[in-house]
Nanobody
Framework: QVQLVESGGGLVQPGGSLRLTCAAS????????VGWYRQAPGKQRELVARISSGGSENYADSVKGRFTISRDNAKNTVYLQMNSLKTEDTAVYYC??????WGQGTQVTVSS
């Protein structure tokens, strides 16, 4: 059974930074693509960033140059470093493993 646990969300002012962490159980992490998605109130869930098992990264246009995804296969962990946060980044952020498994989400609120 795979479980994903996100952490690191919170309240931050515009222009600030946060680092999200997603820790996975099980032994399939290193072989699979891992992604961060977000869902704002009244909107569909959308891809934020994705990193393949080989380390190739993809980002939504809205976060390019501000967010960085990385992974540590030895720790079964993926990170999302978020800089220069904007109010429109406010959402629940979810971790996804292999397009199948989801975490419970962590709230990120950007507000002054």
């Amino acid at each position: 059974q795979v479980q994903l646990v996100e952490s690191g969300g919170g309240l931050v002012q515009p222009g600030g930074s946060l680092r999200l962490t997603c820790a996975a159980s099980g032994n399939i992490f290193s072989y699979n693509v891992v992604g961060w998605y977000r869902q704002a109130p009244g909107k569909q869930r959308e891809l934020v960033a994705r990193i393949s098992s080989g380390g190739s990264e993809n980002y939504a246009d809205s976060v390019k140059g501000r967010f960085t995804i990385s992974r540590d296969n030895a720790k079964n962990t993926v990170y999302l470093q978020m800089n220069s946060l904007k109010t429109e980044d406010t959402a629940v952020y979810y971790c996804n493993l292999g397009f199948v498994f989801w975490g419970q989400g962590t709230q990120v609120t950007v507000s002054s």
